[in-house]
């Protein structure tokens, strides 16, 4: 039988230790190599983008970025590794793991348990990245973008305003502009409070609001949305650390007064 390739994830050495003495007590009933280890899930991802993972071990309650948001990320791959969880806190098998395609282990981990999940993830079919976004209402602090083939993390706090543009949105960032398939929607419902609509197509982080300016109209945009009672001039938002302005709807003009 060919060995699965597993990823151990847990922010505690000893623990990662732990799995691994556990995992070599696997060997005999399950063919398996432990591939690598990581502190974190920005770690974990930076692994699996570099391939050759078929199973994730990975704790819940991490520094960086946590293991439901590792579930997120990796959801939105073609071919995702098979993820279980280990957490000392069984709080979280509330939501999180009524997902059936999601295995845990509460901690201490016995190596019974242990075996049965690692069996169970060669037969079971990940979950969608929706259906974990839906279970855990868990809010993300990093957006994954997919570039040829690999998973790039973009930090929260660093995307300055995301844009709708027919089914994509454009994250933009101080160093430059991603591609995400996302509802702009449901990226306010999931960050409110982190982003300020300012424009149907348009929300922008609230902390890189620089101030608002009226300008006049051109040909060509989208005025009759834009324009100020038919003075021929429209509200634009200045973004900290970025030259464009993005424009403000008459129906999103009240952001300027609040904010």
């Not at 424009?199 to 009226?214: C, D, K, Q, S, Y």
Request: glycine share 4%; with cysteine; hydrophobic share 45%.
């Amino acid at each position: 039988m060919t060995q699965a390739r597993i990823l151990i994830v847990d922010d505690e050495a000893p623990a990662r230790k732990r799995l691994s003495n556990l995992l070599d007590d696997c060997r005999e009933q399950f063919a398996l190599t432990i591939v690598d280890e990581a502190s974190n899930g920005v770690e974990a991802i930076d692994i699996i983008n570099r391939g050759g993972v078929d199973i994730v071990l990975c704790d819940i309650r991490m520094p960086v970025m946590d293991g439901i948001e590792v579930a997120r990320h990796l959801a939105t791959l073609e071919v995702p590794p098979k993820l279980i969880f280990a957490t000392a806190f069984d709080e979280y098998a509330v939501k999180a793991f009524e997902l059936n395609a999601v295995d845990y282990l509460l901690k201490p981990i016995r190596q019974e348990r242990l075996l049965a999940a690692l069996q169970k993830a060669r037969s079971v079919a990940p979950p969608a990245a929706k259906a974990i976004a839906d279970a855990t209402q868990h809010k993300r602090k990093h957006l994954s973008i997919h570039e040829r083939g690999r998973v790039v993390l973009v930090p929260l706090e660093e995307v300055l305003y995301l844009k709708a543009e027919q089914k994509y949105l454009t994250v933009r960032t101080a160093q430059r502009e991603y591609l995400l398939e996302e509802s702009l929607t449901r990226m306010e419902e999931e960050f409110a409070g982190v982003f300020t609509r300012i424009h149907r197509n348009a929300l922008v982080a609230t902390a890189a609001i620089a101030g608002f300016e009226r300008v006049a109209n051109t040909s060509g945009s989208d005025d009759a949305e834009q324009s100020d009672g038919g003075s021929g001039m429209h509200w634009v938002c200045a973004i900290k650390g970025v030259p464009e302005k993005l424009p403000v709807s008459r129906r999103q003009q009240h952001v300027i007064r609040e904010i």
